[in-house]
């Protein structure tokens, strides 16, 4: 089996306020290069920052164990899941996707033993569709 590419591993940031976040990144000179909505992927030369604004249906912020911490760049998700997805199955572990989401990423969650959740991806180019 060919070894996939895997890119670069991103921090996932959830935050109460995601202005606030985003003015603090500023501060640190992080620029958005991606916005919508409830989420900001900043960067800064070759470093970058996921950022969600992860609050609750009663308006409180989620604790950090509700979110995901750890967000993996692939080159090609398929490939990721085609190697892992087997081994997955076997070990019985508790993982979805690849699925493309509204954020132009397709995604392949997979939850740790301890609850954390890693999250691989990779970016749908514009014309690109699954």
């Given amino acids: 089996m060919a070894k996939t590419e895997w890119v670069q591993i991103t921090p996932f940031m959830h935050v109460p306020d995601l202005e606030a976040a985003l ?3 500023a501060l640190l000179g992080f620029e958005p ?3 919508e909505h ?3 992927y900043v960067t800064r030369g070759g470093v970058a920052v996921r950022v969600l604004e992860s609050i609750a249906s009663d308006g409180a912020p989620y ?5 995901f911490a750890y967000y993996v ?3 090609d998700i398929d490939a990721v899941y085609a190697e892992l997805a087997p081994r997955l199955r076997a070990a019985a572990a508790e993982f979805s996707g690849p699925i493309d989401q509204p954020y132009r990423q397709r995604e392949l969650m997979i939850r740790a033993p301890d609850g954390n959740v890693f999250v691989f991806g990779a970016p749908i180019r514009q ?3 699954r």
């Fill in 33 to 35: 290069t991606f916005r």
């Fill in 23 to 25: 003015a603090w990144f």
């Fill in 127 to 129: 014309g690109q569709s």
């Fill in 73 to 75: 760049d692939v080159a």
């Fill in 63 to 67: 604790p950090p164990h509700k979110g």
């Fill in 38 to 40: 409830n989420y900001a």
